[in-house]
């Protein structure tokens, strides 16, 4: 078995919706997921039954076994893709398209996605030296983008005029810019 922190040649993804209740571990080895027994269903719905009262007939109660943990998930139901993730894909259940005008910021729904922020400098790196062929790119940053509309002879015409790391720089930039645009 591989060192847990290996990075192995493809990747699973797993993925339960919706989500009702969960216990899950941080690290699995070896993950074997199964419908609940009678008895451990009743067990996880006795320790959230504040929640669920009756139980809702469309969630299942699934079983997450790995070396010596176990955990569960309270769900309707689960899916899994196995294979390589291109360097910008971020996830299989949430895949770029270029057509989308909303470019995706997280694998799944959620705030950062596991996700590591990157920093300023760490941005500007990789713009000036670019990043290795085939390096997967989790780490993220939100830019401020300034646009301007400008009017001449009646006619209004749109300009980006910058990509910003900081709130504070596209504010300067913008102030800077403003006597001169029309918007």
């Known amino acids: 078995m591989p060192d847990v922190y290996e990075r192995l040649p493809t990747i699973l993804e797993v993925l339960f919706s919706p989500v009702e209740a969960v216990q899950i571990q941080e690290l699995y080895r070896g993950l074997v997921i ?10 996880v719905y006795d320790g959230i039954a504040d929640y669920y009262d009756p139980r809702p007939e469309y969630l299942r109660v699934l079983v997450l076994a790995s070396e010596k943990v176990t955990g569960y998930v309270v769900t309707g ?10 360097p910008m894909q971020p996830s299989f259940f949430h895949t770029f398209n270029a057509y989308d005008p909303l470019w995706p910021v997280t694998p799944l729904a959620g705030v950062g996605g596991e996700f590591d922020i990157a920093s300023p400098q760490e941005v500007a ?12 790119r989790e780490r993220y940053r939100h830019v401020h983008v300034l646009t301007a509309v400008t009017e001449r002879d009646g006619r209004r015409s749109r300009h980006n005029l910058g990509v910003f790391l900081t709130e504070t720089d596209a504010e300067e930039a913008m102030r800077l810019v403003e006597p001169h645009v029309a918007m």
Not at 125 to 136: C, D, M, N, S, V
């Open 34 to 43: 199964r419908c609940a027994t009678e008895k451990e269903a009743a067990r």
């Open 125 to 136: 790196q990789a713009f000036l030296t670019g990043l290795p062929e085939k390096e997967r």
């Open 77 to 86: 139901g689960v899916g899994w893709c196995e294979g390589e993730l291109l």
